[in-house]
């Protein structure tokens, strides 16, 4: 009979490689300090060409943390979380749970700007590195109130914070808001109304859910809350959708919806008029994304301030702007 070297073969021998756990078994200062470190290892172990790699790290790392509303509330949000280091060409690899262990240190903290700056200062220090960037994702929840009813429902918005330490010491601070809303036809209205007029025909112009991603940088020094970016969006755009509705809420919607006809051209324009004229935001960046109902293509648009060595159109994720 062969010889196994996990299980216990036919002929009843014991595997080669004991497989048993010992519970009792704890880590002394020396032992941990025995233990092998693949930071540790020759400069030839690299693998592959012997370059920088710009970011490494982990993702979707999931953790609950603090948040602050405009009105002073502390909210506990299920969060994801990127994060990601530079890694020069010399080095083996980074050790990532350095990066996990960062957040842990600073978890009970309320998650600003600011605080995820100590973090990726953490980073540097922790991991050796001349980069850090920092991601962190999650659903904030706001009441909004119907139309004409007098309800109220929760709204939940796909938020994220990031930020970016540079080599050179720069640290930038990054807000995405997703903004979703319905978007009626001008077009499609007008050809309605030729019909009832010209032909006593009725009919229904096209009108679609739709979702602007918004992308800002703030001044240094100033800030502006979640609830500040929704109003500016709300300002624009006017016609987010509902939460909880009676018949009288969809009719007013029909009417909103009226009141605020919009190509995806009009969108882009609308929100980059209420952004580049709010003093807190340095710089910005919309993509927009109408779900056609009349086309099984969606229209799209792109938008950024045009600040100097700032934002570029260059967004083309549009398959993430599904709602």
């Known amino acids: 009979m062969k010889q196994m070297y996990l299980h216990r073969s036919a002929s009843g021998a014991a595997a080669k490689v004991a497989r048993e756990y010992d519970r009792k078994f704890r880590a002394s200062p020396a032992y941990r300090a025995s233990l092998p470190d693949m930071m540790e290892v020759a400069h030839e172990a690299i693998h592959g060409a012997n370059v920088p790699i710009q970011q490494v790290g982990i993702h979707n790392f999931k953790l609950p943390l603090r948040y602050r509303t405009k009105a002073g509330k502390v909210l506990t949000l299920e969060t994801s979380v990127t994060g990601t280091v530079s890694l020069e060409a010399e080095l083996k690899g980074i050790n990532m749970s350095r990066i996990m262990r960062s957040f842990y240190e600073h978890k009970d903290g309320v998650t600003t700007g600011e605080w995820m700056g100590k973090i990726l200062k953490s980073y540097l220090r922790n991991v050796d590195t001349k980069d850090a960037r920092l991601k962190i994702n999650f659903s904030y929840p ?42 009626a036809c001008p077009c499609s209205a007008e050809l309605t109304e030729h019909a009832r007029d010209q032909r006593g025909t009725y009919g229904v ?37 509902q939460v909880m509705v009676k018949r009288e809420d969809e009719q007013a919607f029909a009417e909103l919806n009226g009141a605020n006809l919009k190509f995806v051209e009009d969108a882009a324009r609308l929100l980059y008029r209420e952004f580049d004229a709010d003093k807190r935001i340095a710089d910005f960046r919309i993509a927009c994304s109408h779900l056609e109902s009349l086309h099984s293509h969606d229209a799209v648009s792109v938008i950024c301030k045009g600040v100097p060595g700032g934002f570029v159109a260059d967004f083309m994720d549009f398959g993430q702007l599904l709602c």
């Open 205 to 241: 112009p096209h009108s679609q859910r739709s979702k602007a991603r918004i992308t800002i940088e703030e001044v240094a020094g100033r800030k502006i809350w979640i609830e500040d970016i929704h109003t500016l969006c709300l300002r624009a755009l006017r016609t987010e959708t």
């Open 142 to 183: 706001m009441l909004r109130a119907s139309l004409r009813s007098g309800l109220a429902g929760y709204q939940f918005y796909n938020v994220a914070f990031e930020g970016v330490m540079t080599r050179d010491g720069r640290y930038r601070r990054f807000i995405h808001f997703d903004f979703v809303y319905s978007s």
